[in-house]
């Protein structure tokens, strides 16, 4: 009765193909078609798992990249108002050095230039990996 149902196709197989498929259906101890019929329904659910596995992927990595989008937005904020307050130390510090009558303006850039090269440095030495 299930013969009836099967719907009846000519395959040609390369050589190598047909040995391989007969070492699997000698494996699995069924007949010519029930090995072809496995075969091509395991192929056929690797592929829907392959899919599915790239979409997943794809959805992983677009949501990585959203992340890291956010995150960059994020340090860089930081690092602007980082500057920013930088900047502000700086600006009150010279201000109030050169009202004292602590040092002189170029005096005060070779403290500032000593200043930024330990600091670039110090940063160099470091290893941040």
Sequence with gaps: ??????IKKTIR????????????RGYTKEDFTGAVESLIIKGLDNFHSTLNIQKKVRSDITKLSNEQKSLRAT?????????????????????????????????????????????????????YD
């Design 13 to 24: 197989l390369y050589p190598d193909t047909f040995e391989l498929v007969e070492g699997y």
């Design 75 to 127: 340090l860089s904020k930081i690092l602007i108002e980082h500057t920013k307050l930088l900047a502000e130390i700086k600006a009150i510090s010279k201000v109030h050095i050169l009202k004292t009558d602590l040092t002189d303006n170029e005096e005060l850039q070779s403290y500032i230039n000593q200043s930024i090269k330990k600091a670039i440095n110090s940063l160099k030495e470091k290893n």
């Design 1 to 6: 009765m299930a013969y009836k149902n099967k």
